[in-house]
């Protein structure tokens, strides 16, 4: 599997993330905050043929894109059961706050444990992971095989997400990193919205979550 990250910006640098069948070029694009464009053209250069939009929570950094890349690619997006508030109420996801209207619809919604899978990408197998307390619909999608997690602004390097926007719980999230991401095994690489990569061994050991 390629892992091929672009970080997006157009009030927040975030990174997006191509998961990429290496053998077929087919697989998913995990949180298009933006640039649609840029996205489009990198898909094209590198000959990456995408089979769905996976989101790891729905605020606007993370959905912007999203639109303008199914009027090109008229491809699945899936997010998290409890996504509905945020993928249609532009004052949850954010948009709002900052002068947009991101509205998401004909959005399919997916349940913690369930398997992300595609015929045209055979070595692609995520499972989705419910990580509420950023969000009430935060998640991650765990590659168990390849021990690669896309864990969106539910843990950062050395950090966290925010709690203080509608549905985020500090509580829920500890709960959700504690219990669900650090019982993960220690060389799992954790890919998230806003830091480098990390793993669950540097955070378990680390300043917050451990020893260090």
Known sequence: MIV??????????????????????????????????????????KDFRLDAILLTHGHFDHIGAVEELRKNLSIPVIMEENG??????????????????????????KKNGDIIEFPDAPALHLRLI????????GCIYYDEKRHV?????????GSFGRTDFPGGNEGILFRSIRDKILTLPEETTLLSGHSEPTTVGEEKNGPIWGRG
């Open 84 to 109: 509905k508030d945020y993928a249609e109420k532009p004052a949850w996801n954010l948009s709002a706050t900052f002068g947009g209207n991101y509205v998401l619809k004909d959005v399919t919604y």
């Open 4 to 45: 091929y990250p672009v970080t997006v910006q157009e009030l927040i640098p975030t990174n997006a993330y191509f998961y990429i069948d290496e053998d077929t070029r087919h697989g998913v694009l995990i949180d298009p905050g933006s640039e649609a464009d840029r996205l489009l053209r990198v898909m094209k250069k």
């Open 149 to 157: 997690a896309f864990v969106g602004d539910t843990i950062f390097a």
């Open 130 to 137: 419910h990580t509420p307390g950023h969000t009430t619909d």
